[in-house]
């Protein structure tokens, strides 16, 4: 299995504040790495598709980038809405494989 | 408009089956590449995919639990069914129904709690 290190775990900030999340897998996923971000009692929502692709109405504060084991999300200039936790998901090979999530807190 | 709805026991026994069933429209698993998957989540911990079934019917389980797991789908192609055998305190999570390799729409979940 591939096994997906996420970092950090916990991350404090304020609004307007520039953010990165960053997942290492454990070998090359050819860049199929996507980001999700998951509020309390609510299913995961993906932002980002294979590194870099912004889904369809996610706001272009959230970018992805990477390739081979390293990839990172980055968040611009905070937002309220944006303080949750975030998942990255490797879909290169079987077994799928989360990173650990990384809750984004008010500072 | 896609939308996918989880549902199933809310609470039952250990060593019990866990019967699962994921109703979806906005598109159809009938069409080429297409492919519905299931993932669980404890709560507070993160995630973890279990299973999918594509549009020719190919099933594919998470190698770690794969000899509990079965996943079908109706023959109008309209919902997708997970079981789980001999469940235990560990199965306890929410689990959720999502399309495509991309994970690209989820459904809400459905809890399930374990415990006699």
């Known amino acids: 299995d591939i096994q997906m290190t996420q970092s950090p775990s916990f991350l404090s900030a304020s609004v307007g504040d520039r953010v990165t999340i960053n997942c290492k897998a454990s070998q090359n996923i050819n860049k199929y790495l996507n980001w999700y971000q998951q509020k309390l009692g609510e299913a995961p929502k993906r932002l980002i598709y294979n590194t870099n692709n912004l889904q369809t109405g996610i706001p272009s504060r959230f970018s992805g980038s990477g390739s081979g084991t390293d990839y990172t999300l980055t968040i611009s200039s905070l937002q309220p809405e944006d303080f949750a936790t975030y998942f990255c998901?490797?879909?290169?090979?079987?077994?799928?494989?989360f990173g650990s999530g990384t809750k984004l807190e008010i500072k | 408009q896609v939308t996918l709805k989880e549902s199933g026991p809310g609470m039952l026994q250990p060593s019990k089956t866990l019967s699962l069933t994921c109703s979806f429209s906005g598109f159809s698993l009938s069409t080429s590449g297409m492919v519905v998957s299931w993932i669980r989540q404890p709560s507070g911990k993160s995630l973890e995919w279990l299973a999918a079934?594509?549009?020719?019917?190919?099933?594919y389980y998470n190698p770690s639990l794969k000899s509990r797991l079965t996943v079908s789908k109706n023959t109008s192609n309209t919902q997708v069914f997970l079981k789980i055998t001999s469940v235990d305190i560990a199965d306890t999570a929410t689990y959720y129904c999502?399309?495509?390799?991309?994970?690209?729409?989820w459904g809400p979940g459905t809890m399930v709690t374990v415990s006699s």
């Open positions: 998901l490797q879909h290169n090979s079987f077994p799928l494989t």
């Open positions: 999502a399309r495509s390799w991309y994970f690209d729409f």
């Open positions: 079934i594509d549009w020719d019917g190919d099933k």
